[in-house]
Nanobody
Framework: QVQLVESGGGLVQAGGSLRLSCAAS????????MGWFRQAPGKEREFVAA????????YRADSVKGRFTISRDNAENTVYLQMTNLKPEDTAVYYC??????????????????WGQGTQVTVSS
């Protein structure tokens, strides 16, 4: 089992940047592919980005390509989401998730085994 705690959310103006962090504890962090999802009010949870266990492969939703970067530090048991050029439509609760020993990182919520509590990101226009 792994416990995930997100941090780094907040209020930012359009065009600004934020870096989200997700600290993991429990079983070996490198056993997990990691993902970021977001959920806006009244909408389904949607895929944002994912990273393989080693960090060698990353995946991003089309809506964030060129603006968001996912990375991980296995020595620090942490995954990051660097968000730049933020837009009001990026406003949501952002969740990190862990997928135990996957073949490839999942891009759907059902592919993940553990979730953090979420951190709010609000982008004002």
């Amino acid at each position: 089992q792994v416990q995930l705690v997100e941090s780094g959310g907040g209020l930012v103006q359009a065009g600004g940047s934020l870096r989200l962090s997700c600290a993991a504890s429990g079983r070996t962090f490198s056993s997990y592919a990691m993902g970021w999802f977001r959920q806006a009010p009244g909408k389904e949870r949607e895929f944002v980005a994912a990273i393989s266990r080693s960090g060698g492969r990353t995946y991003r939703a089309d809506s964030v390509k060129g603006r968001f970067t996912i990375s991980r530090d296995n020595a620090e048991n942490t995954v990051y989401l660097q968000m730049t050029n933020l837009k009001p439509e990026d406003t949501a609760v952002y969740y990190c998730a862990a997928d135990y020993l996957p073949t490839v990182p999942a891009k759907t919520p059902g592919g993940y085994d553990y979730w953090g509590q979420g951190t709010q990101v609000t982008v004002s226009s």
